[in-house]
């Protein structure tokens, strides 16, 4: 019973219990509670150590996991998961949390007992785990990860995701069917875990990463599916578990149901920088003393400071910072620093309508580079060109 229980307690750092229709989480990204569920909050690197302790992993693998989270998804410690399960799941999960963080033993959580009425007459661990799964309504569950730092990985994969077009079909469809983006792993006796990441557009011109996959604990499966986007180069992970047919079926539509008010916003965001940019539609009439109505583009001015993501061949990392603006009547200027104490650049871009533009930098130490853009009504801004060796540029400037 005690190793039943172990393998439940997922995480223990049991912050509260709430019900509402949307919630807010770190960096002011909004999520829906559906109806008929409710939440529980632990600290994320916390949840997931105890998590892997009750699936019996040893130490060095736990420490390994807790790093490679850092270094690839820039988990810092502050972080909060959020975790969503039916309604009644909070009142017996969140209790039996809330004893063993107080140090009580497992064995005398005043659930016990019913607990074991339920399932304490069945004979095998994996028929003892299918009664937990229902006694805890654990089926299904979803977990919302919202990253407090960033990473290389994160800042070359927002690179990546902004500068995805049309053109981009064909290299999607070979990465989704390579081999490169399925892992499997045996990470104990009792658990094995296996994932599939797909490049996907998860809503109009939002996309991120598709993740399926499944675990494998004391004999029990568990279909995991769940996106990862990225937001403001931070990493916004859900992902939703479940383990009956019913429950998987309709576990997609779930996950965009409560992330809804995330993708609503960042698409209203995108309309509302869209209006700073002048397109074929842009257009008003005016009329002067010698010609008839003529149709001229709307000229506006825009100041400010958006990030900058850039790849440059010859620099081993991405160079990321701001870039500041100043646009009139679709041109602008922008500046930024070099890493390595290279120096600075500055240079000039040109809007033109149809979503295409120029740019040209110089910098200096020396070194310049020019070529073309696309920008697109969301605000972001996307370029490709050559320096004066011929090294590849690409950037993206987001809005």
């Known amino acids: 019973m005690k190793k039943l229980i172990s393998i439940l307690v997922l995480g223990l750092l049991f912050s509260g219990v709430a019900s509402a229709k949307t919630i807010e989480l770190d960096q002011g990204i909004k999520i829906n509670i559906p ?50 399960g039916k309604k009644g799941y909070a009142k017996g999960y969140g209790s039996l949390t809330a004893h063993t963080l107080s140090g009580n033993a497992m064995e ?37 990860d919202v990253g407090n730092g960033t990473s290389e990985f994160l800042k070359e994969a927002a690179l990546a995701l902004n500068g995805i077009s049309i053109d981009d079909k ?19 006796k009792i658990h ?27 004999g029990i499966t568990t279909k995991k599916i769940g996106y990862m986007l990225i937001h403001n180069e931070l990493p916004f992970v859900i992902t939703g578990f479940c383990f009956s047919k019913a429950s998987c079926k309709n576990i997609k539509k779930m996950n965009n149901d409560i992330i809804e008010p ?12 869209s209006n700073n940019y002048v397109d074929s539609n842009s257009s008003i009439e005016v009329t002067d003393n010698s010609n008839s109505n003529a149709k001229i583009a709307k000229k506006y001015s825009l100041k ?4 900058l993501a850039l790849s440059w061949d010859g620099y081993s990392d991405l160079i990321a910072g701001k870039v500041k603006f100043n646009e009139a009547d679709s041109k602008g200027s922008v500046n ?13 871009y040109n809007l033109q309508q149809q979503g ?44």
Not at 262 to 272: A, E, H, P, R
Request: glycine residues 10%; aromatic residues 12%; positive net charge.
């Open 170 to 188: 064909k290299d999607i469809e070979d990465f989704n069917k390579s081999s490169f983006n399925k892992i499997k792993e045996k990470f104990s």
């Open 35 to 84: 109806k008929g569920y409710e939440y529980l909050q632990f600290n994320q690197l916390d949840y997931m150590r105890k998590n892997s302790e009750g699936l019996g992993m040893s130490k060095s693998k736990i420490d390994e996991l807790v790093k490679n989270t850092k270094v690839f998804f820039g988990m810092n410690g502050s972080e909060t998961s959020t975790i969503i």
């Open 262 to 273: 995330y993708l609503s916003m960042n698409l209203q965001n995108k309309k509302t920088v």
């Open 192 to 218: 094995q875990s296996e994932i599939n990441i797909k490049v996907v557009k998860i809503k109009n011109k939002i996309w991120g990463f598709e993740t399926l996959g499944e675990d494998i604990t004391a």
């Open 108 to 144: 005398s959580w005043d659930g016990l007992y019913e607990f074991g009425k339920k399932c304490g007459n069945k004979k095998t661990e994996k028929s003892k785990t299918k009664c937990m799964i229902k006694f805890f309504n654990m089926d299904p569950m979803f977990q919302i």
């Open 304 to 307: 400010g400071e958006r990030p």
């Open 356 to 399: 295409k533009g120029t740019w040209q930098i110089s910098c200096t130490n020396n070194m310049g580079t020019a070529g073309t853009i696309n920008w697109v009504k969301n605000g972001s801004v996307t370029g490709t060109g050559k320096d004066y060796k011929d090294k590849k540029v690409k950037f993206t400037i987001s809005q």
């Open 336 to 348: 930024f620093v070099l890493p390595n104490n290279d120096g600075t650049c500055e240079g000039s």
